[in-house]
């Protein structure tokens, strides 16, 4: 295809965000205690979808989550810790009660898998 043609494409980040998706999903139901409903290629603000923490079979806490790729070129510091640059949307939405549902971060590393 000509690339002077201006069209939406995939890009190299796509497949980052839904490889760390799949991974997030896999470690995350591996108990069947949780469940996942994680949107590939979302656009929706904010979340990458929502984690639900099950009591038998019934849904017990459902956890807001937003997941990001570990960057490939991230160093630990001399006490193991990890620091990179992360966008805060997520936070904000607790800070500004944007949903009184539970958040966390999930940062993937998929250059482990």
Same mark, same amino acid.
Not at 58 to 72: A, D, G, M, W
Not at 78 to 107: H, I, Q, R, W, Y
């Given at each position: 295809?000509?690339?002077?043609?201006?069209?939406?494409?995939?890009?190299?980040?796509?497949?980052?965000? #839904?490889?760390?998706?799949?991974? /997030?999903?896999?470690? *995350?139901?591996?108990?069947?205690?949780? !469940?996942?409903?994680?949107?590939?290629?979302?656009?929706?603000?904010?979340?990458d979808g929502k984690a639900m923490?099950?009591?038998?079979e019934f849904e017990r806490i459902?956890?807001?989550?937003?997941?990001?790729?570990?960057? #490939?070129?991230?160093?630990?510091? /001399?006490?193991?810790? *990890?620091?990179?640059?992360?966008?805060? !949307?997520?936070?904000?939405?607790?800070?500004?009660?944007?949903?009184?549902?539970?958040?966390?971060?999930?940062?993937?590393?998929?250059?482990?898998?």
């Amino acid at each position: 295809m000509n690339a002077q043609i201006n069209l939406g494409k995939i890009d190299k980040n796509a497949f980052k965000e #839904s490889k760390a998706a799949s991974i /997030a999903r896999l470690h *995350l139901e591996k108990n069947n205690k949780i !469940k996942t409903h994680f949107m590939e290629m979302d656009k929706t603000p904010n979340f990458d979808g929502k984690a639900m923490i099950l009591e038998g079979e019934f849904e017990r806490i459902t956890v807001e989550v937003q997941i990001k790729t570990l960057p #490939s070129n991230i160093t630990k510091s /001399a006490t193991g810790e *990890l620091a990179f640059s992360c966008d805060t !949307k997520a936070m904000n939405c607790v800070l500004k009660n944007v949903t009184f549902n539970p958040v966390v971060l999930l940062v993937v590393d998929t250059n482990k898998f």
